[in-house]
């Protein structure tokens, strides 16, 4: 694993949010996004070679939704940037991990992503993610 490309931020208002974000940041969302397969709508911070995408739920089986409702707003997931997807799903496999998608699946800003379950890392969603 590369870097941290992304922490995905889960908020209920993405337009209020990005006027939080932007003040505390002092720059401006560069992009926004919506991702229909994921049920959400995203903007993108940047921060160095890092990004804070804040995502908002678009139906109410978005994971994002679903996740507001059981545990409120705040950190959803950390995204890993791979040179090879598929490469690091196998080794994470055999490392024991469990893959929510073994197929990668479009995701935002130009990229194909797949999840590991929270319960394998600790509680925490990660995200893998590559240049499409
Ligand atoms: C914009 C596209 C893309 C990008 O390019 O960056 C994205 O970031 S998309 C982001 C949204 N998409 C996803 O999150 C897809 C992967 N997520 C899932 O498949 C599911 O959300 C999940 C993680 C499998 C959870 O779904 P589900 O099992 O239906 O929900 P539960 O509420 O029953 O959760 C089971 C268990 O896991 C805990 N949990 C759920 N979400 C998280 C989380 N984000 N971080 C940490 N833990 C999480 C949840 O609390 C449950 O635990 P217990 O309460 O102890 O049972
Ligand atoms: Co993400």
Redesign the pocket.
């Known amino acids: 694993m590369k870097r941290i490309e ?1 922490i ?1 931020i889960a908020v209920k208002d993405l337009e209020a949010a990005n006027k939080t974000y932007a003040a505390m940041m002092g720059a401006e969302p560069y992009k926004s996004e919506t ?1 229909d397969g ?1 049920g ?1 709508t ?1 903007s993108f911070f940047k921060v160095g070679e890092s990004k804070i ?1 804040l ?1 908002a739920g678009t139906r109410p089986d978005s ?2 939704s ?2 507001i409702e ?2 409120g707003e705040g950190i ?2 950390m ?1 890993f940037y791979v040179d090879d997807i598929r490469a690091e799903i196998e080794r994470l496999k055999k490392e024991g991990f469990r893959l ?1 998608n073994e197929e990668p699946k479009p ?3 130009n ?1 194909i ?1 797949a ?1 590991m ?3 394998d890392a600790n ?3 990660v ?1 893998l ?1 590559q240049e499409k």
């Open positions: 992304h995905g991702v994921e959400v995203t995408e995502l994971p994002i679903k996740f059981k545990r959803h997931h995204a929510l995701g935002a800003d990229k992503v999840f379950h929270p319960k509680g925490v969603l995200e993610c």
